[in-house]
Nanobody, 124 residues
Framework: QVQLVESGGGLVQPGGSLRLSCAAS????????MGWFRQAPGKVREFLVGISRSGLIKAYANSVKGRFTVSTDYAKNTVDLQMNSLKSEDTGVYYC?????????????????WGLGTPVTVSS
């Protein structure tokens, strides 16, 4: 089974950028559709972006559309999330997740494998 490890979180000022990375081991990302989720303090985990296992189909939540970009590097077996124009409401723990279907869904319950998360704080 695939193991996922997120990295790249930290403290950033509003308007700034961060790049998160999710490294996969034990399985090739070409076999999984991937999602990025965020859990803010006191809130449920929410879907942010998804990318199909082919890398060709991407889906973004309205809250991040135009600001976040997801990409897969099959050679490195990583999925990156480039986050620009960050806002205070982007604060939370960011998780990557993998599901075996051809297309990434926005439903957390559909994902079979999860990383432990990386925290992001957007504050001045």
């Amino acid at each position: 089974q695939v193991q996922l490890v997120e990295s790249g979180g930290g403290l950033v000022q509003p308007g700034g950028s961060l790049r998160l990375s999710c490294a996969a081991s034990g399985g090739a990302l070409s076999s999984y559709s991937m999602g990025w989720f965020r859990q803010a303090p006191g809130k449920v985990r929410e879907f942010l972006v998804g990318i199909s296992r082919s890398g060709l189909i991407k889906a973004y939540a309205n809250s991040v559309k135009g600001r976040f970009t997801v990409s897969t590097d099959y050679a490195k077996n990583t999925v990156d999330l480039q986050m620009n124009s960050l806002k205070s409401e982007d604060t939370g723990v960011y998780y990557c997740a993998a599901e075996t279907s051809a297309y990434a869904t926005g439903v957390a319950a559909n994902y079979d494998y999860w990383g432990l998360g990386t925290p992001v704080t957007v504050s001045s």
